[in-house]
């Protein structure tokens, strides 16, 4: 049975996600990071979370040479951030961008995340056109309830707030 793409696009786009910024330092010091929906948890014991990147992401390659990353996920005032780390016209993401190198892989933490959660690559498994990559997670951090945070949200291409009922 074929599945039309850009039902299939449609049907998944009403499955509402967070907007994480994935990111890796590279050997010479460069800041790689890219805009990744697809980040989930994955278990407790032992502590390990995923996202899926396309197979022929350019971002990812450079990324998983690394062997590191640090998932930021992103505060309902960082929209521009989404779109600025997804286009792959931006070359340089970063520019504008404050962030620092977080303590055990030297990832980049983008200030202003309300999350952030450290990794090293556990594991990739092949997945279609895109690849499922398990990361074990070395450190994470919240932001501090006082500052009461709001995710930006992703639903049908666009993104929002959330609103608690
Ligand atoms: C809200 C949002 C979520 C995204 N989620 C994913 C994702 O889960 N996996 C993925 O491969 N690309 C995702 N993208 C697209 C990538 O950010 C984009 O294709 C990538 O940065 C292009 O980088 P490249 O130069 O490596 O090809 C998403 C884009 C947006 C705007």
């Not at 805009?35 to 998983?64: C, H, N, Q, Y």
């Not at 970063?94 to 090293?120: H, M, N, R, Y």
């Amino acid at each position: 049975m074929s599945i039309d793409p850009s039902l299939y696009r449609q049907v998944l786009g009403h499955f509402p996600t967070g907007v994480t910024v994935v990111t890796a330092t590279s050997a010479d010091g460069t800041p790689i990071g890219f805009t990744i929906g697809s980040f989930t948890s994955v278990s407790l014991d032992p502590p390990l979370v995923g996202f899926l990147p396309m197979t022929d992401s350019a971002r990812w390659k450079a990324i998983e040479a690394t062997g590191s990353f640090c998932v930021n996920v992103l505060g309902h005032e960082q929209a521009e951030l989404c779109w600025q780390f997804a286009k792959t016209s931006i070359t340089e993401p970063f520019e504008g961008v404050e962030w620092q190198k977080s303590p055990i892989t030297g990832s980049p933490i983008l200030e202003g995340a309300i999350a952030w959660i450290d990794c090293t690559i556990e594991g990739v498994i092949d997945a279609g056109d895109h690849q499922f990559v398990m990361g074990r997670v070395v450190e994470l951090e919240h932001a501090h309830p006082d500052l009461e945070p709001v995710p930006l949200l992703f639903y049908k291409g666009k993104v929002g707030r959330f609103h608690h009922e």
